[in-house]
């Protein structure tokens, strides 16, 4: 009902000061029988499509729970920063990911030392060579897998349409019909 609501038990309660707990916040957020439920899945892990495995789960889902910014958030934005959380995908899906896969393949090409000096100094080296042009290329890469699954391919053929069309904005609309007919005479 996004009324603020205390997280522990008020002055002049028995408890005054104590963490109220999941089960009675959840029965303040109107969950009646969550007496049974147990506080959380082992490890963290609840299973897939189950709304109402633990405390923890209803909790997480609901809007006042949900919504809160991390600390991460807040401190980006009071300093004027904005800041992207990115799923976790493939790395094809993370332009990121490829930038650093780039500098880690650099660094590996230097000549391997235990001098503290020459590690940094390799470090600076590698990240030196993601150029603006480098970081927009992956990110038309990762724009061009994203099209790709779209249109309905599998990883292997994304691969292989995002290398035959890697000049385009976008793939043809002809890509899968393509695909098919080059499976159909390799038969």
Same mark, same amino acid.
């Given at each position: 009902?996004?009324?603020?609501?205390?997280?522990?038990?008020?002055?002049?309660?028995?408890?005054?000061?104590?963490?109220?707990?999941?089960?009675?916040?959840?029965?303040?957020?109107?969950?009646?029988?969550?007496?049974?439920?147990?506080?959380?899945?082992?490890?963290?892990?609840?299973?897939?499509?189950?709304?109402?495995?633990?405390?923890?789960?209803?909790?997480?889902?609901?809007?006042?729970?949900?919504?809160?910014? @991390?600390?991460?958030? *807040?401190?980006?934005?009071?300093?004027?920063?904005?800041?992207?959380?990115?799923?976790?995908?493939?790395?094809?899906?993370?332009?990121?990911?490829?930038?650093?896969?780039? *500098?880690?393949?650099?660094?590996?090409?230097?000549?391997?030392?235990?001098?503290?000096?020459?590690?940094?100094?390799?470090?600076? @080296?590698?990240?030196?060579?993601?150029?603006?042009?480098?970081?927009?290329?992956?990110?038309?890469?990762?724009?061009?897998?994203?099209?790709?699954?779209?249109?309905?391919? *599998?990883?292997?053929?994304?691969?292989?349409?995002?290398?035959?069309?890697?000049?385009?904005?976008?793939?043809?609309?002809? *890509?899968?019909?393509?695909?098919?007919?080059?499976?159909?005479?390799?038969?």
């Amino acid at each position: 009902n996004s009324r603020p609501q205390a997280l522990y038990f008020p002055d002049g309660h028995e408890r005054a000061g104590d963490f109220k707990g999941m089960v009675v916040i959840l029965k303040e957020c109107g969950y009646m029988d969550v007496d049974s439920l147990r506080a959380e899945c082992k490890d963290f892990k609840c299973p897939p499509h189950v709304e109402r495995c633990c405390c923890r789960r209803l909790l997480y889902n609901e809007p006042d729970f949900r919504e809160v910014e @991390s600390l991460v958030e *807040t401190h980006c934005k009071s300093r004027g920063y904005e800041i992207v959380f990115l799923l976790r995908f493939h790395c094809e899906l993370n332009p990121i990911e490829q930038c650093w896969g780039f *500098t880690k393949r650099k660094y590996h090409e230097y000549l391997p030392s235990s001098l503290e000096a020459d590690l940094e100094r390799n470090v600076v @080296s590698a990240l030196s060579t993601i150029t603006i042009e480098l970081i927009r290329w992956f990110f038309i890469r990762t724009q061009h897998f994203m099209d790709a699954y779209c249109k309905g391919l *599998t990883g292997k053929q994304a691969l292989w349409a995002t290398k035959k069309y890697h000049g385009h904005c976008l793939l043809p609309e002809s *890509t899968l019909a393509e695909l098919d007919e080059q499976d159909h005479d390799t038969s």
